[in-house]
C-alpha cells in the first residue's frame, strides 16, 4: 500500500510540475511599469518625460512582451514578439492585440507608442540595467527606464 501511495504522489508532483511554464528570459521576465523615457536629441538623452503616472507595464513572458496602458491606435494593448540575448532586446513583430484576434503590424512608421519610447514596429535596444529590480534599455530614438512590479 505504501508504495503505491508513493507512486501515486510521486506522479501527482510531476505532472503539476510539467503543466507550469519555467522563466525562459531570467531576469526579464516579469511584470515591469515604464518610469520615465528619455528622448535622444542630437546623441545625448536629455528630454526626460517621468511615465510613472501613465501606468504603462510591459509584461514579459516566454517569447512576448505586452505593452499595456497606451493606445495602439485601436486598443490598449500592444503584443511583441522578442529575441533577448546578453545585453539586447529586439522587438521584432508587433500585433494589435483585439478580444478575439491579433492584427499584425507592419507598417515601418508606426508611431503610436513613440510615447513609451518605442518609434516603429521593431525596435532594437542596449540592455543597459537589468536586475531584479530595476531595467533601464537605450535605442538610438529613446532610453526607457522601468521598476520591477
Known amino acids: 500500500?505504501?508504495?503505491?501511495?508513493?507512486?501515486?504522489?510521486?506522479?501527482?508532483?510531476?505532472?503539476?510540475?510539467?503543466?507550469?511554464?519555467?522563466?525562459?528570459?531570467?531576469?526579464?521576465?516579469?511584470?515591469?511599469?515604464?518610469?520615465?523615457?528619455?528622448?535622444?536629441?542630437?546623441?545625448?538623452?536629455?528630454?526626460?518625460?517621468?511615465?510613472?503616472?501613465?501606468?504603462?507595464?510591459?509584461?514579459?513572458?516566454?517569447?512576448l512582451i505586452s505593452i499595456t496602458g497606451i493606445s495602439n491606435g485601436t486598443t490598449g494593448e500592444t503584443l511583441c514578439r522578442f529575441h533577448y540575448a546578453g545585453d539586447r532586446l529586439q522587438l521584432t513583430e508587433m500585433y494589435v492585440h483585439h478580444r478575439d484576434r491579433d492584427d499584425r503590424i507592419t507598417d515601418p512608421t508606426f508611431s503610436a507608442l513613440k510615447a513609451t519610447g518605442i518609434d516603429s514596429n521593431q525596435a532594437d535596444f542596449t540592455i543597459e540595467t537589468l536586475d531584479s529590480k530595476h531595467m533601464q534599455l537605450r535605442s538610438d530614438f529613446a532610453r526607457i527606464v522601468f521598476r520591477k512590479f
Open 1 to 63: 500500500m505504501a508504495k503505491h501511495l508513493i507512486i501515486l504522489t510521486v506522479c501527482t508532483l510531476l505532472l503539476t510540475l510539467s503543466c507550469e511554464k519555467l522563466p525562459e528570459n531570467g531576469k526579464l521576465d516579469g511584470w515591469w511599469q515604464v518610469t520615465e523615457v528619455q528622448f535622444a536629441r542630437n546623441g545625448a538623452y536629455d528630454s526626460i518625460v517621468p511615465m510613472k503616472e501613465q501606468k504603462i507595464f510591459w509584461a514579459v513572458q516566454l517569447k
